[in-house]
């Protein structure tokens, strides 16, 4: 399982728009990896909303987010369309990159074992290796009666973690 300070695997997957990303294009840049599970459902639209309206926020931290899912380029591009999303979304239906950092295994739902996306996200600093993971993510959750926004925690924690590498 990757880890805190793991070089992150390389891939290359195809865009909404069938454009190839490659991570390794990105040397040098912060990277946002999230992986969620389907396209047009309500945890997976929360959080491609959060993240599209803290993009900006992003873009000025010189970082780039990309939502992955196994789930087709056209799936992407409706989902984006339909919701205004501006945040990148890659297609991974061979679930290759899923596997490979670890956000593809056995779950739990109602007693029921299976085998499905495990929301997780992951930062990528600019030499490529992995600044911080969080898996098992709740896109939204309550904490002393306050929502908590899983896009505004790795907005947070990114700030961090580039005032570290200052």
């Not at 880890?3 to 390389?10: E, H, R």
């Not at 959080?47 to 000025?60: I, Q, R, S, V």
């Not at 929301?119 to 896109?139: H, L, Y």
Request: with cysteine; proline share 4%; glycine share 8%.
């Amino acid at each position: 399982m990757l880890d805190v300070g793991d070089k992150a695997p390389d891939f290359s997957l195809v865009d909404a728009h069938g454009e190839e990303v490659r991570l390794s294009d990105f040397k040098g840049k912060w990277v946002i990896l999230y992986f969620y599970p389907k396209d047009n459902t309500s945890g997976c639209t929360k959080e491609a909303c959060d993240f599209t309206e803290l993009l900006p926020d992003f873009k000025n931290m010189d970082a780039h987010v990309f939502g992955i899912s196994p789930d087709s380029s056209e799936s992407h591009k409706k989902f984006m369309e339909k919701h205004g999303l501006k945040v990148t979304l890659l297609s991974d239906p061979e679930k290759k990159v899923l596997k490979a950092y670890g956000a593809w295994g056995k779950k739990k739902n109602y007693g029921r074992e299976y085998e499905g996306v495990i929301r997780s996200t992951f930062i990528i600093d600019p030499d490529g290796k992995i600044a911080w993971v969080w898996r098992n993510v709740r896109v939204r959750s309550k904490r002393k009666g306050q929502e908590i926004r899983h896009a505004e925690l790795v907005r947070k924690k990114l700030e961090e973690l580039q005032q570290e590498k200052r």
